[in-house]
C-alpha cells in the first residue's frame, strides 16, 4: 500500500471510531421545541449583574442552552477587565436600567470596541432601553431619580442611533405585565424571513425604538397598538445589534424557561395561565442569534471536490466555522466542535447529532485538501479530495 493510501485507511479508521458514539438529547428542551445545534459552541456573555431582572435573565440562560450555546454569566466587573475577548455575543436582560452603568465609561468602551470588531449584542427591554444614543421616560418624571440625568447620558452604551422612548401607556401602565401583538413589518430579512405576520410577545415596560432619520436601522417589528418600531437590527462597525422592546425570552406555555419560581413573589404560574403567547417566541431569537453571529464573516478557504463528487467545504478559521454541502445536502453552517491552526495546515474535528466530520486541509498556497463525512441520520457517507493546486 502506498502512502496516499495509508493516509486514507488511517482517516477511514479514525472517523470510523469517532463515529461510533451518539449525541444524547437536549435536556433542556420541552412543551415542543426540539433542541437544535445550529449554534453548536457560540460563547454568549449574559449579564447577571446590578440590576438585571432574576427571570429574564434565567429564561435568556435557558433559551441559550436550548440552542446549544456555552453560556458564561459576566457582571460590570468582568466586562471593565476585558473579558468580552472570549465570546462571541453580549446579551442584555430587562431589569433596573440605570444599574447597568455600574459598567462605567471604561465598560462601555470595552463593549462597544467589543462589537466594533465583529461580536453581536442582543438586548431586551432594559437592555434596549441601555443601548440606545438617547432616552426619554415619560411615564414617571421621579423615576429614575433625577441624578441619573437619564436623556442622553454619557453612560448610555450609544449603539443604536436614536430615541427610546416609553414605557409605552397605551399597552398597559408602567410596573405592570401583559401580552401585546408585535407585527412583524419586514420579511426580507434573515431574522424575520420565515416568521408569521405577527406574534404575541409579554410586554412589561419597553420603549419604542425610534431611529434617527438618517440611520441605517432595519426595523423589524411594530408594537400593533401604536405603530412604533418594536423590534430592530442593524450593524455596528463589524458587528451586528439586535434590540426588542419587549421580552420574547419568556415562554408563557412552558416552564423550559425556568419561570416560575421568582423570588421577587410574582404569580407566575397564575400569569401564565391567563397570558397566552399563541407558541415560542424562541424562534425569533434563534434567527437573531444565527444573523448575530453567522453574517459577520466571509470564508477563508473554499474547497471542492475534484473527482465529480459534487462535495464542497468552506472554512473560516477565525471563528472556527464551517459549512459541508453534499449532492444530498447543505448541512448549513456549523461551529467546529475542534478546529486546529497551525501555520498552513488546518484539521477539523466535528460532531453532533446530524454530521461527523474529519478534515485535513492546506491553506490556498498549497490547496489541498482531504475530508470525510458521516450523515448520522442517514448513514450515508461523503468525501471530498481537492487536489493540490486545482480548484
Request: negative net charge.
Amino acid at each position: 500500500m502506498d502512502k496516499k493510501g495509508l493516509a486514507i485507511l488511517l482517516l477511514w479508521l479514525l472517523i470510523g471510531l469517532y463515529g461510533l458514539s451518539s449525541d444524547s438529547s437536549n435536556a433542556n428542551a420541552s412543551g415542543g421545541l426540539q433542541p437544535c445545534d445550529e449554534l453548536y459552541e457560540i460563547r454568549v456573555a449574559l449579564y447577571n449583574g446590578s440590576g438585571a431582572w432574576y427571570d429574564g435573565t434565567l429564561a435568556m440562560e435557558k433559551m441559550f442552552e436550548w440552542m446549544d450555546c456555552i453560556v458564561t454569566t459576566v457582571n460590570g466587573e468582568d466586562i471593565i477587565s476585558g473579558c468580552l475577548d472570549g465570546f462571541d455575543v453580549l446579551a442584555w436582560p430587562g431589569g433596573h436600567y440605570p444599574a447597568y452603568w455600574e459598567v462605567g465609561l471604561e465598560g462601555k468602551s470595552k463593549i462597544q470596541e467589543f462589537i466594533s470588531d465583529g461580536g453581536g449584542y442582543i438586548g431586551m427591554c432594559a437592555g434596549a432601553w441601555w443601548a440606545c444614543d438617547y432616552m426619554v421616560w415619560m411615564a414617571d418624571p421621579d423615576y429614575p431619580p433625577p441624578e441619573y440625568k437619564v436623556e442622553g447620558d454619557e453612560l448610555n452604551l450609544d449603539l443604536f442611533p436614536g430615541v427610546a422612548r416609553g414605557p409605552i401607556e397605551e399597552i398597559t401602565p408602567f410596573y405592570t405585565g401583559t401580552m401585546t401583538r408585535i407585527n412583524i413589518v419586514d420579511h426580507t430579512h434573515p431574522i424575520t424571513s420565515s416568521l408569521p405576520d405577527h406574534m404575541q410577545i409579554l410586554y412589561w415596560g419597553g420603549p419604542h425604538l425610534l431611529p434617527y432619520e438618517s440611520a441605517d436601522v432595519t426595523i423589524l417589528g411594530r408594537y400593533d397598538v401604536t405603530g412604533t418600531p418594536a423590534i430592530v437590527a442593524f450593524e455596528y462597525g463589524d458587528g451586528r445589534v439586535f434590540l426588542c422592546g419587549p421580552h420574547p425570552e419568556i415562554e408563557e406555555d412552558s416552564g423550559r424557561d425556568g419561570c416560575p419560581p421568582d423570588p421577587e413573589g410574582t404569580d407566575w404560574a397564575r400569569l401564565k395561565t391567563e397570558w397566552s403567547d399563541e407558541g415560542s417566541d424562541w424562534p425569533l431569537l434563534l434567527e437573531a442569534m444565527k444573523w448575530l453571529t453567522h453574517t459577520t464573516f466571509s470564508w477563508n478557504y473554499v474547497f471542492e471536490d475534484t473527482y465529480g463528487r459534487d462535495t464542497t467545504l468552506k472554512i473560516n478559521t477565525p471563528h472556527k466555522f464551517f459549512q459541508f454541502i453534499t449532492p444530498d445536502k447543505d448541512y448549513g453552517i456549523r461551529k467546529a466542535t475542534n478546529m486546529t491552526v497551525g501555520g498552513r495546515l488546518m484539521i477539523i474535528w466535528h460532531k453532533n447529532s446530524e454530521l461527523r466530520l474529519l478534515t485535513i486541509a492546506i491553506d490556498t498556497q498549497i490547496d489541498f485538501c482531504f475530508a470525510y463525512a458521516k450523515d448520522m441520520q442517514t448513514g450515508n457517507w461523503y468525501l471530498l479530495i481537492d487536489k493540490r493546486g486545482t480548484e
